[in-house]
Structure formats: C-alpha cells, structure tokens
C-alpha cells in the first residue's frame, strides 16, 4: 500500500488487508524495486513496499521526515545492524514500518508496511522535530540567505510543518545547517596548508606567514598573516604614513579574533594594509603581526615619519613601545572620550570643552580650551592633563604624517566591511575578504578614471571649502617672518602667523592665503 500525504485532517486508514510483506526470497531481484532517490523524492515524499534505501541512516532520515510531515511522532523500538522497525508514538496506532539490511548488498529495503494512522491525532509538539533533522532538511535556505535570523526561520517553518519547537532549536538547526554548507570547521583547518601554498602560487609577490603549534596530537593552527601585493603596492606607493591598528573577535565556535592594519588612500577612503587571524590579543601576537608588517613596509628604516592609531588594545601599546619607540601613537578621541564618561565625567559642558581641546590647531587655542575645561570641573581637567597631548590633540601631531585625523574609523570602517566574512569558518572567511578587497579596489580604479584633474575628488572638495574660508581673512606684512592675520567679519579677531618667508615671500602680503590656496587646488 502507498500512504500520501494528504493535506486535509482526516486519517488516511486502512483494512488489515493492506498491511503488507516481503519474503527473503523477493528482494533477489532488487532491480524490480523502486530505489529511493533523495533529491526528487524529498520533494513529494512517500513510503510504499519494497522501496529500497541506501543505507539505514536514509531509511532512518526518511521515516522520521515522512510522520513529521504528516503530524504523527514515531519510536524506533528497534534500531541495530540488521532491522530497522518503527511505529506511531501512540500505542493505541496501528501505523508501523519494517525496514532490514537486504543480503549481500548494503542497501536497506522497506519489508512491512502498514501506513493506517487510526486512533492517533496531529501533534503540534512533536519532539521528532529536532534541530538535526531541521537543520538537514532545510539547509538549502541558509545556503541562499546565510543571514535568515533563528527567530525568522522558526516562524517560517513551524507555519509549514505545522508544528511548534523551541528557540534553541531553531539556533542549534541554524548551525548545523550552515556547517553542512561551509564543512566543518576541523576540515577547513586541515586544508589551511593547502591554502597558503595557493595563496602564495597565485599571488607571488603577497606576504604568506602560517603559524603552526605542537601538543601531543600534533601540529596545529595558531596564526595567519595576509598581505597581499596590491595591497603592497598600494600602499607604499600612494597612501599616507599613518596606520590604524585594531582587532575584532570572530563569532564561530573556535573562537580567534582578526588583527588589522588599515590606511588611508590620496581619496581620504579607507585603505586595507593587512590582517591575521590569531588566538587571542596579547603582546606577543601583536608583536608577532608588527613585526612582519616592519618587514613589508620598512617602518623602522624612517620611524619618525610615521604614526600609529589605536583604541589602547590588549597587549598593543607594550608591543608598539617595544618594537617602535619612536613612531607617533595616537589614540582615538572618542574612545578616550567614554573612559572619561565611564571614570565619572558625563557632563555635557566637559564634552564641548574636551573635543574642542581635540581640535584645536594652535598650542595657544588648546590651552584656551582646556583653562575652560578646569573652570567647568578640576578633577575633568586633572583627568585629562595625565594624557600625552600628543596622542590625542592635533596641536601636538606631527605633521610628517600628513594627516591630523582623531578617530579610528578607517579600522572601525574595515571591521564593518567585513563582517559577514567574521562568522565564517576560516578559509571561506579569508576568501570572503580577498573577493571584498578584490572588488573594492576594482570600483576605485573605475572612479578613478574618471575623475578629471590631479587631485582627487574628496580632497579637492576639502581644498575648496578651505578656499572659500580663506577668503575672508586679510594679511598685513609685520616683518619677514611675520604676518598679522585679520578676519573681515570680526576685527576682534586677530592673531600673529609665524610663516615661513620662503614659502610665502614670493607671493607677496596681498592676498597671500588666497595666492597660496589657488596653487594647492591646481597642483
């Protein structure tokens, strides 16, 4: 008898005649019997006499998606190398199913069958529905939307199925699912080697370093540093002597986070240096990652005409002291901004006082602001005169990194881009972001060209406004060094700019900001 899945409530039953069986004798011919196809047959899926399975863990997967569908929890009262015997959770149930290892072949065949469900009715908690069958039968939806939310995919399935399982469930079915797409994390460790040797035939000029560790069952992973020759070339001969440090936890089972170092391109976009994947952010991996960044881009061969910015990251700063004692640090204003809220200083006026202190470009404007931060609140101004003024303010930066910038959103911006990629396991992860990098730089050299000029098209907007601000303040010449600057729209304000005579004196005093402007934005 054939028992199909009908879509209205009534029971589909039977006379006792229907109960069916083979003999040993006929499963012989075994070419007379329909063979269970998984990729059709799941699509309309039906039990029936003699239908032959390849193997028990089918038959088993097969049985347990059939009742599933139709409402009714089924028991295995019997399960070894031999039979495979299966009937309805209600004992009142005549529904039964006899499954046995065929002889001389490997393959299993459906001997009895009664598919009569009588004196049982639909349950909506049917415990069969597990995550392992849900994340088997459905991960073809998360290999199309890796995204799909557990919630969402519980919603959607219990609707379908008609029956009701539990949020962890549906998380547990959500990985399982995406393990069966991507292969299983141990997999992907195991073909790591494989990986870089690919990596390093494809690209001959990018930087490859593999870290193994040994224990009592062998080799295994420890670290991955990428550095690409694009990204080389890039860099070196484009981008600005400034680089964001930064590292973001990796949300797989195995934990790890990613350590970057980011730059800024002549468009003022965000620019990937390099990455590696490590156990954890301590000294020794940062050291171990600035190191082998030193030995890319030659930062200790000129170290004074480069900066480093950083959030203070475990182990970071001891590492950066170690290795480069001499480059700029900066840290991030906004960060340095909530460990002033978190250490008790939330007032808004401290807030105003401090960022205006931030940017100020004058020494003499920083220290107007900060007389006003101590008028607002002393313990504030205590706090944040223990901070080097030449990690956080632009009046004390170095200028020979060509860039006064007080956040770190180019790493903040890199972590963003690549988040999908960070709950992957780790060689489709470091493929997701080579295709990311890859694409990225593609579109900046399409915009590239059509952009009309020298000067790329940020900064002449920036040049522009600065053009246009310059406008209004008027030089009068105090001697050759000297110049007194006056704002048309406030004669109040007025201040002395020290300025190199050999820059200027060419031009003359009239009209000597505007002069200068003009050659910046035609340069």
């Known amino acids: 008898m054939v028992v199909r899945e009908d879509e209205s409530e009534a029971d589909i039953c039977a006379d006792s005649d229907d109960l069916n069986s083979l003999d040993d004798s006929d499963e012989d011919e075994v070419k007379n019997y329909p063979l269970f196809d998984p990729k ?43 039979w495979l015997w299966a009937k309805c959770n209600d004992d009142n149930c005549c529904w039964m199913i006899h499954v046995a290892k065929m ?62 399982f539990s949020r962890k469930t549906a998380y547990m079915a959500k990985r399982k699912a995406l393990k069966l797409v991507q292969g299983s994390v141990e997999e992907q460790f195991q073909q790591i080697r ?5 990596l390093k035939r494809s690209d001959v000029g990018a930087t490859i370093v593999l870290k193994l560790t040994e224990d009592d069952e062998g080799p295994r992973f420890q670290r991955l540093y990428v550095y690409f020759s694009a990204c080389k070339q890039g860099f070196k001969n484009a981008c600005r002597r400034i680089i964001g440090v930064d590292g973001c936890f990796l949300k797989v089972e195995h934990g790890g986070q ?24 301590t000294k020794d991996s940062w050291t171990w990652f600035l190191r082998l960044l030193d030995e890319d881009i030659g930062i200790g061969n000129d170290p004074h005409t480069w900066a480093f910015m950083s959030d203070k990251q475990k182990g970071l700063i001891p590492a950066l002291e170690s290795l480069f004692p001499d480059v700029e640090h900066r840290f991030c204003v906004r960060h340095l901004e909530s460990n002033m809220k978190r250490d008790g200083f939330k007032s808004v006026a401290i807030k105003i006082a401090f960022w205006a202190a931030a940017k100020a470009t004058r020494i003499e404007e920083f220290q107007v602001h900060m007389a006003e931060l101590k008028d607002i609140d002393t313990k504030a101004y205590g706090w944040l005169v223990n901070k080097p003024e030449s990690q956080w303010c632009k009046a004390y930066f170095s200028t020979t990194s060509k860039s006064d910038i007080l956040l770190n959103n180019m790493c903040e911006s890199f972590n963003s881009f690549i988040l999908d990629a960070r709950e992957k396991p780790i060689i489709e992860m470091f493929e997701i972001i080579r295709n990311l990098l890859m694409g990225r730089f593609q579109k900046n050299r399409e915009r590239a060209e059509k952009w009309k000029g020298r ?23 105090s001697d050759e060094m000297h110049y007194q600057i006056t ?23 009239k009209k000597m900001i505007q002069r200068h402007m003009s050659i910046l934005i035609t340069w």
């Open 455 to 477: 000067i790329c098209s940020k900064i002449r907007d920036v040049l522009e406004k600065i053009y246009v601000e310059a406008i209004r303040y008027s030089p009068m010449k």
């Open 487 to 509: 704002r048309s729209d406030d004669r109040r304000d007025q201040h002395l700019a020290f300025l190199a005579s050999t820059l200027y004196a060419p031009f003359g005093a």
């Open 40 to 82: 059709k047959d799941f699509e309309n899926l039906e039990l029936k006499l003699g239908l032959v399975f390849n193997s028990k863990k089918e038959a088993k997967f097969t049985i347990e998606s059939h009742c599933i569908r139709q409402g009714r929890p089924v028991k295995f009262v019997k399960n070894d190398n031999i």
């Open 103 to 164: 002889t001389n072949d490997n393959c299993w065949q459906v001997r009895n069958f009664d598919g009569c469900h009588s004196h049982c009715v639909r349950d909506f908690k049917n415990k069969c529905v597990n995550s392992t069958w849900l994340g088997k039968t459905f991960a073809k939806k998360f290999s199309t939307n890796p995204k799909l939310g557990h919630l969402e995919f519980r919603e959607e399935i219990s609707t379908i199925l008609q029956s009701d």
């Open 194 to 198: 494989k990986y870089c040797a690919e």
């Open 258 to 281: 990613l350590l970057s170092a980011v730059g800024l391109d002549p468009n003022n976009n965000i620019f990937p240096i390099c990455y590696a994947m490590v156990e954890r952010e």
